[in-house]
Every structure is written in C-alpha cells, then in structure tokens.
C-alpha cells in the first residue's frame, strides 16, 4: 500500500490573497507540500452572522475565482468542500498524511467555537495547529486602557494604537510553492450556490473587481488620485475621493499593512500630501473589531441599554420605501439606489441614510443594518454594527442622538452641484439645483419645464422632516 504523503493544509477563510499572507508564509515554513483549501460550511442556526448576505456571496464567488487563477499560475490547484470543516478535514484525511494545518484567525465571537471544534480535531489527529491573524493590523484584544479595560471611545484607543503600528516591510508573493503529488477530488465553484439566481448584482462588475489584482489596481487609483485630497473629498459623494477598497479589506485581498505602509510611503515621496486622514479611518476599522471582540452582544443589542425602551415603529410600507430609494427625499433615494445598483454606498451617505431612517422614521437600527449585511459588497460584522450603533446614538463614541442629519442641508452642502444626485435619481435630472434638493419646494412651472410630476414620476416626502425630529426627540427624551 502506497504510504499517504505529507502535507500543511492551508485552510483559507477569509484571506484571499498570496502577498503579505501570514498564513501562507507559515505554511512554506512547514516544509511540506502545501494544499489550498476554502471549506464553505453550513451556519450553524445559533449563529445567524456567520451567514453572508447576498451581495458579499457574489464577491466571495469572484475572489474564491481569481484565487484560483493566481494559485494557478503557482502551479496549485484550490480545493474547495461545503461540509463541516471537521467532514472536510476527515476526507483529506483520507488523502493525505496531514502534518499542518494553518488558517486566517477571525476574531468576530462567533468564529470561536467553529476554530476552536478544528483546534480539537487536529488535537485529536496529531496535526500542529495554527490560526494567525491576517486581515487587522493587530489583534484586537491586544489594547486595554489603564484600568484594564476595553476602550469605548476612539481617540484615546487612537492615541494607545498609533506608537504600536511597527512591521517589517509587506511581504511579495512567493515565487514558488510545492505542490504535493496529487490533489483531492473538489466541488466546482458553481456547485456552492453563491451567485444569485436572479442576475440583479449584474451591475456590481463595472464597479469593482474582486481578487488581490482588483485590490491592488484600486490601491494604485487611490494613491495616484485621491489619497492627496482625501481629508476634504471623502465627503462629497459626487466625487471618487475614497478609497472604495473596504471589500477588497473584509475578504483580505490586501492587507492593512500592506495599505497602511504604501500610504505612507507615497505621502513621504509626496510631502505635500496628507495620509493621515485616511489611516485614521484604518484605524477606526480597528475600533470596530476590538469593541465586537469585547462586546459580543452588539450585532443584536445596543450598547445603551436604555435604547432596548425606545419607541421603535414596526412599519413594513417605510422600511420597503427606504431600502427601494423612494422616500421623497433626493440625497437618501440617491444613496439607496447606489447600494442596490453597485452593493456599495459612499460613507457620508451612509450617515445621511441610516439617520433617516433610524430618526425621520423611527425604524429600528437592526433593521437598518440587516438591509446592509444584504447588499453591501463589504459587510462586516463589526464596522456593519458599530455603523448602525453610531448613528442611531446607541453604541460607543455614537454621535448623540439628538444629532439628526437634515437630508436636504446635508445634500446641498455635500452635493451642492447636484452631481450625486442626478447620477442615481435621473428622474430628477433637469431640475435646476436650486430645487434639486427639495422637490416639493419647486413651483409649479419649474416642474413641468422639468416634465416631473411628484407623486407619480418621483414621490412626495414620505415624512415632515421637521415633525419627524420633534418626535424623535420626544422618544428620545422619554427614556431619561
């Protein structure tokens, strides 16, 4: 009987990517054949987060495909599976002698007990175990402040974080990697039913690109286009002045490092430009993840406890009006037809969206944030929740809650010329700007010059601004 051959499983969760990979270096370190696997496993109905949304399993698809190109050009094939890990591990057994087995750490709290059933099995097997962190720039239990305690306001977590960002320089690629001799028999990618059977996400490619090249041609837009101007840009929507690399993040076809070191290193061979705005944001990512890792019960529950009493409207009609871009209002329609049509939507309109409909609305914030873990390309547990949990005034460092976003003063300030506008709502296209932000408020001539009539072509306000905040504060001011 042929002996099995030795091999370090490489077990890819959310890492897609061949440079500045800690996983993959680990496993050449090994010695031994390396075999890529991405194991697609059933939720667990405990844990609902672990189920991606739509949008994210259309860009998971396209990354699990350029992966297997680069592996390919290594001369290495990817192996997928959709089992239990622990069913996927007993069949490669069945193949090989399995002296490794080195994975991307994950460090939402739902990731635990499926890590720590394969730390046991390898236990059990005699397999090294390793699980390396490989998507954050560190770990995000790492920090405490001086009474030992997690942080829940960003600047003094900014503060303690800053001195400690030292690494190596990124890591390239490997130029080669051993193969074993043969390779385990493996699902073909459509076999895992990530793509939608409806091609609604059809527009999502002349967006983006996913995969490590995608990631790494944004980065060289970024940098060549918008990183010098990104402290004032990121604001107006209407412009290309962010960075559009969150996805490219959250399913770790670049790393923050290696994001984090080429920022620095175009502002320093470009002193007239400013980085630093941008690796504030990085860094607010990784606020995110180290208050998730300390607070598993956000996605769920607010921070606040006394938002658990607030006077939330159950209201299925407003809540499909929001998510379908027809409230009445240009700048939340706008921002809500982008997200449908492109499954990303720009940072400052995020705010504008989810405050409408958190306090124009009164919906609650969990609603708000599962229509994003739907369509969003870069949902992501932690930045999804600490998002919601920041505008609706609940989580921590939130924007007070009495800080409710005027739609119209924030479009005509962030959208002035109407570019956004006009862009997502192109029924609203020949109204002159002057009335752009504020249909209702067009007279009658300027309508039909426009050839709009409100409440057929485009819709009327769906709420009184004005009223909708003088309730929302009285629901707030209730809860004191």
């Given at each position: ?9 490489w ?31 059933p ?17 998971l ?19 997928l ?7 996927a ?8 002698t399995i ?47 001086k009474q ?6 960003f ?14 320089k ?7 990697i051993?193969?074993?001799m ?54 107006i ?28 290193n ?71 037809r ?40 870069d ?55 002057r ?6 408020s ?19 306000p ?13 629901a ?5």
């Amino acid at each position: 009987m042929t002996p099995k051959p030795d091999v370090t499983l490489w077990w890819i969760r959310q890492c897609f990517r061949l440079a500045d990979n800690p996983a993959l270096q680990a496993a050449l370190e090994t010695g031994c054949p390396v075999v890529p696997v991405y194991i697609h496993h059933p939720v667990p109905p405990h844990y609902p987060q672990l189920k991606r949304g739509a949008a994210s399993n259309w860009w998971l698809h396209h990354s699990l495909a350029a992966l297997t190109d680069s592996l390919q050009t290594k001369g290495l094939r990817l192996s997928l599976f959709q089992a239990d890990p622990n069913v996927a591990l007993q069949h490669l057994q069945a193949v090989y002698t399995i002296r490794h087995l080195i994975t991307d750490q994950h460090f939402e709290p739902h990731q635990a007990p499926m890590l720590e059933d394969v730390a046991g099995w390898c236990r059990a097997n005699g397999v090294s175990f390793q699980a390396l962190n490989t998507n954050l720039l560190l770990d995000p239990t790492a920090l405490a402040n001086k009474q030992g305690r997690p942080y829940k306001v960003f600047t003094p977590f900014y503060r303690a974080f800053r001195p400690l960002i030292t690494w190596p320089k990124p890591k390239p690629a490997p130029s080669q990697i051993i193969a074993p001799m043969h390779w385990p028999e493996t699902l073909p990618l459509p076999a895992l039913g990530l793509l939608p059977k409806i091609n609604w996400a059809e527009g999502f490619n002349r967006y983006f690109e996913p995969g490590e090249a995608g990631a790494l041609k944004r980065l060289d837009t970024f940098l060549n286009q918008a990183v010098a101007a990104y402290g004032h840009q990121r604001d107006i929507p209407g412009l290309d002045g962010t960075s559009q690399l969150s996805p490219h993040l959250h399913f770790g076809e670049i790393s923050p490092q290696t994001l984090w070191a080429e920022v620095m290193n175009h502002c320093h061979l470009h002193p007239e430009e400013q980085g630093e705005p941008y690796l504030r944001q990085l860094v607010w990512r990784e606020f995110a993840h180290h208050i998730l890792a300390h607070f598993p019960q956000m996605p769920d529950t607010p921070m606040d406890q006394k938002f658990e009493r607030m006077a939330w409207q159950h209201n299925p009609q407003a809540l499909k009006a929001w998510q379908q871009g027809l409230t009445g209002y240009p700048i939340v329609d706008a921002g809500m037809r982008q997200l449908w049509h492109t499954g990303w939507l720009h940072n400052r309109v995020r705010m504008v969206v989810g405050s409408f409909l958190v306090k124009d609305l009164m919906i609650p914030w969990q609603a708000g944030a599962d229509w994003f873990w739907q369509t969003l390309v870069d949902a992501d547990v932690a930045n999804n929740t600490m998002g919601w949990q920041w505008i609706a005034g609940c989580g921590p460092d939130a924007a007070p809650y009495f800080r409710i976003f005027n739609p119209t003063l924030q479009s005509r300030k962030f959208d002035p010329d109407g570019t956004y506008i006009r862009t997502w709502v192109p029924e609203l296209a020949a109204l002159p700007n002057r009335y752009l932000h504020e249909p209702a408020s067009a007279p009658a001539a300027e309508l039909e010059r426009a050839r709009l009539v409100l409440g057929k072509d485009y819709p009327l306000p769906m709420v009184n601004h004005a009223q909708a905040r003088h309730q929302a504060m009285a629901a707030y001011t209730a809860l004191k």
